[in-house]
């Protein structure tokens, strides 16, 4: 909206120019030309950003096949009471699987699902029914790792490259920079870490593909349309305040200092520090970001909505780079690297709410520091 605006004033002002008898409509159009193409820039670089963070943790395949499964979301109802009816196909290696999920309504629902992958392929017990599972896997991780990586560098060479003698004009914090150990550590945590996640993921899709028991519904009017719109609320608030009593736990002195230090050891972030953190840490996050479509009925399209909405701005605290929120309720990039550069303060990611609540906003007249715990800080000597 901001470029689109800045284009409107730009278009207006050029008109008024050329009214009032400016210079050559060649130069007029030269500048116009430049004044878009800028702004362009910045679009592209949005849309970019965007890819970016619904690639961080392999959720790429996630809302691919919830996407196609929303489209399903008719299936034919039956009142059948059998939970999984096995039958062998022609060659064998093949077995087709109807299975009946029961909704929290009650309501049977039987669709049929026919493996891709053949037996010796099947890395799960049947009684798992977690067929195709490697298929997920590997399309989760895949996606992810061509993706982030793709993107990430391109950003580290946008910025970190290419601009890296006017740091002052894009930074957060222009007078410093990560070590090259740092960078390289951040590069190879991050990557094994985002295949861990995307793992995570992919079998959750398995596990939800293959019907077993998650409060996912994919019909939007099934709870009505008043339920189905709260929906986003409650899991903006489910995440952001998970998020941020998770992270004033790993900022624990104990904790910190076994689990939550490695990934502040990167004190000027980049978009590949992400997730490099303590495989622990990662565990339990994701855990808490998956807990919704197994603890209330939830709408796929919120839920992803929201999924990626925090990993949009996930990358952008993560960046380094200066950046303005779109939404007047969501931090910019500066506030989280803050986080990182004064250690135990502004704990929330996506909304100021929390750290209003509890005190834990950083204040200017208030020292912080790495051994100062508690996220208050400490008062300035006079």
């Known amino acids: ?8 004033v730009v278009g207006m002002a050029k008109t008024a120019r050329e009214k009032s008898g400016g210079s ?29 963070g619904s690639a961080m943790r392999g959720d790429v395949i996630f809302v691919a096949v919830l996407a196609y499964k929303s489209y399903l979301a008719n299936f034919r109802r039956e009142s059948v009471d059998t939970q999984n009816i096995t039958t062998d196909n022609a060659n064998g290696n093949r077995t087709t699987r109807l299975t009946v999920a029961r909704s929290i309504s009650g309501e049977s629902i039987m669709y049929s699902y026919e493996p891709m992958l053949p037996d010796y392929l099947q890395i799960f017990p049947d009684e798992w029914n977690m067929k195709d599972a490697l298929f997920y896997i590997a399309m989760g991780v895949g996606s992810s790792q061509l993706i982030f990586q793709i993107l990430s560098g391109f950003l580290q060479w946008y910025y970190y490259i290419r601009q890296r003698n ?13 070590t090259w ?33 998650n409060t996912l519904y994919f019909r939007l009017d099934q709870y009505g349309y008043p339920y189905f719109f709260f929906s986003f609320f409650v899991s903006y608030v489910w995440l952001e305040g998970a998020s941020y009593y998770y992270h004033v736990f790993l900022h624990i002195p ?29 565990l339990l996050f994701e855990v808490l970001i998956f807990i919704p479509p197994f603890l209330y009925p939830i709408n796929a399209v919120p839920f992803i909505t929201i999924l990626l909405y925090a990993n949009y701005f996930g990358i952008i605290d993560h960046s380094g780079i200066k950046m303005e929120s779109w939404f007047p ?30 005190g834990t906003m950083r204040r200017k007249d208030r020292i912080y520091g790495e051994d100062i715990f508690g996220g208050r800080g400490k008062e300035k000597e006079s």
């Open 1 to 8: 909206l901001d470029c689109v605006t800045k284009l409107v």
């Open 24 to 52: 050559s409509i060649v130069a007029r159009a030269r500048r116009l030309f430049a004044e878009y193409a800028r702004h362009w820039g910045v679009v592209l670089l949005t849309i970019f950003m965007v890819v970016l």
């Open 166 to 178: 006017n740091p002052q004009d894009w930074k957060c914090q222009p007078k410093r920079f990560l």
């Open 181 to 213: 150990p740092n960078e390289l550590h951040q590069f190879i945590v991050g990557t094994v870490n985002m295949t861990a996640a995307s793992t995570i993921s992919g079998c959750i899709v398995c596990w939800v593909v293959n019907g077993n028991y």
């Open 254 to 282: 104990f904790v910190y200092r076994n689990v939550h230090k490695h990934h502040h050891r990167y004190h000027s972030p980049t978009a590949y520090c992400a997730v490099a953190m303590s495989p622990i840490e990662l």
């Open 329 to 358: 309720w969501q931090p910019n990039s500066l506030f989280h690297d803050d986080h990182h550069k004064y250690f135990h303060v502004n704990f929330g990611f996506n909304s100021y709410f929390f750290d209003w609540l509890h």
